[in-house]
């Protein structure tokens, strides 16, 4: 399963931001996943998926590039909005490359916003 947690007033602002950023990344390109991500210094990268014959990538694993390509040292957030059941292992994996443990929301398209710990 996707998350753990509801949605709830919880959820702090700055999270809910990236959380609509990768809804409006999914619905705006017709794409399977839509992804953002925070550095530390707050800065947002927002993502879909790629799907080239040659370059297959996911909305998280994208949205980690850009950080990572335009300088970004740490992540102190992530969220994905998917069609898919499970997070694959390489996108946590993206995410913990810059260091800690970065809490990624997930949530199906239209589902409850849950909080994945990274692995």
Same mark, same amino acid.
């Given at each position: ?9 919880? !959820? ?9 950023? &990768? ?12 992804? *953002?991500?925070? #550095?530390?210094? %707050?800065?947002?990268?927002? +993502?879909?998926?790629?799907? !080239? #014959?040659?370059?297959?990538?996911? *909305?998280?694993?994208? +949205?980690?590039?850009? +950080?990572?390509?335009? %300088? *970004?040292?740490? !992540?102190? &957030? *992530? &969220? ?10 390489? #996108?946590?994996? +993206? ?18 916003? %849950?909080?994945? &710990?990274?692995?």
């Amino acid at each position: 399963m996707l998350g753990t947690m509801t949605e709830s007033t919880e !959820l702090h602002p700055e999270d809910r931001k990236i959380v609509t950023l &990768a809804r409006s990344a999914r619905a705006r390109n017709g794409v399977p996943e839509g992804a *953002a991500v925070r #550095d530390e210094t %707050g800065r947002t990268y927002v +993502a879909g998926t790629v799907t !080239l #014959d040659s370059l297959q990538l996911s *909305a998280l694993r994208t +949205a980690v590039a850009m +950080a990572v390509a335009s %300088g *970004a040292r740490s !992540l102190e &957030a *992530a &969220a994905v909005v998917t069609t898919a059941d499970h997070l694959p292992p390489e #996108d946590r994996s +993206a995410v913990t490359d810059l260091g800690g443990p970065t809490p990624i929301r997930s949530s199906r398209a239209s589902g409850p916003i %849950g909080r994945t &710990a990274p692995r």
